[in-house]
């Protein structure tokens, strides 16, 4: 049985629809999912709702991030402004796996513009199912985070 995470989840308006998506996907093959916001797709600012993903995770209240966007671009370094946190912006399934494999990555930012809903489900399964490789990364991950 594939393993299972707490994650939290978070979008802007922009990223709604398929924060819903990601959501019911996730709930659907097993996860814990913690919805942090928004609740529709009136218009509001990404910092609102990313921020809290990223804490939550930084904490270590969920194992894993999720931050959507028009873009994911935005969502991406406001995560990222977290310090413990490596969001990558994965709009392909390899690179959803370079981020895992390679950056250990925490968070993941998805952009509901530029893939469609059946891509973001197989991007962030592929993240999910993806083990980081450690080796030769751990001491480019200890730069990152100033360790």
Known sequence: MPRTYTIAIGS???????????????LGDGHSVRDMGTDSEEPCDYPD??????????????????????????EAIVANR??????????????AI????HNDGNCISIGQRTITGDEAIKIVRTWFATDF????????????DGV
């Not at 490596?86 to 709009?91: D, M, T, Y």
């Not at 490789?133 to 990152?144: N, Q, S, T, V, Y």
Request: aromatic share 8%; with cysteine.
């Open 12 to 26: 802007d308006h922009a990223g709604f629809k398929y924060k819903e998506l990601l959501k019911a996907a996730l």
């Open 49 to 74: 709702f990313i921020r809290p993903v990223a804490e939550a995770v930084a904490r270590g209240e969920f194992e894993r991030g999720i931050v959507v966007g028009g873009s994911g671009n935005g």
């Open 82 to 95: 977290v310090r413990g946190i490596r969001c990558g912006l994965c709009w392909t399934e390899q690179l």
């Open 98 to 101: 370079w981020n895992r494999a």
């Open 133 to 144: 490789e450690g080796g030769r990364h751990i001491a480019r991950i200890r730069k990152i």
